[in-house]
């Protein structure tokens, strides 16, 4: 089609530049009529290239699309091998963290506070990548729009969580989870061991702040290790089409290096 339109687009060119020269020569008894071919002409090339201008958007469109049909297939494919593997980690830790309490063994010292160091860091290393990695960022500023908080099971009874850090775009998370909406932490997510993803794909509402206009995509993900629970991972977007479902397998990706390195402290 290309290759047609440049043909039509050369030879109507070079009829108007016949079509000129012919139209120059005021003698001609056929001069009004090469002069209206002429225009006849030049409206046609203006059209072929205009017709050739949009069919080359729509290839450039096309390609855009498939490139990023591409990028997302490859993520889920890297996401969906991470997140059994960290589950697994997390699993592992938790059992020899046990095995190790039940020796009676004394730490060595300054195990501890090692301990307690690193697992700052793989905490902020979780909330810092999925606040960047989710939502697109800030096109102006390239800051990130999304942000990720951990929310620590304080009281099961009373169903309250505990805001323990985040990272991401302001303003603050609301520092505790109770009432029903720490009953949907601790139910739907921690219990059940399932994510909840509120968006645009999954026609969900936040059950933590449904008339919420700020963020209007949500994904929550339990932090376990083994039979251990510690709390939920959330990640907010201010659009509901910012958190699709591959974030969805990043999530509990994260969240499973997150129960591991909680395991382990």
Known sequence: MKLFLLSCSSALAAGVFVASVMAGDQQDKDHERILRVGAVLAVAVVLVTASETALNE???????????????A????YHT???????ALATLSQEYAAAY?????VPPAGLASTQAAQSAVIRKTV???????????????????????????????????????????????????????????????LERGAPYHVGKETRLVSKVDQ???????????PVVAGSREFGVLAVDAPDDTDLQDIHVELMKSLAGFLGAALALA
Not at 81 to 87: G, K, M, V
Not at 101 to 105: C, E, F, P, R
Not at 211 to 220: D, E, G, K, L, P
């Open 81 to 87: 091998t991470l997140a059994p593997l960290s589950e």
């Open 211 to 221: 008339f919420s206009t700020t963020y209007r995509s949500v994904i929550a993900v």
């Open 74 to 77: 490859l993520a889920l494919t």
């Open 101 to 105: 309490a039940g020796t009676g063994a």
């Open 127 to 189: 909330l810092v990548g999925a606040a960047v990695l989710t939502a697109e960022p800030d096109p102006a500023s390239h800051l990130p729009r999304a942000r990720c908080a951990f929310y620590r099971l304080a009281d099961r009874a009373r169903h309250t969580f505990t805001l323990e850090d985040w990272a991401g775009a302001p303003p603050t998370p609301r520092p505790v989870i109770d009432g029903a909406a720490g009953s949907h932490f601790l139910h739907d997510i």
């Open 58 to 72: 729509r290839e450039k469109e096309r390609a855009r699309k498939e490139a990023g049909r591409a990028a997302a």
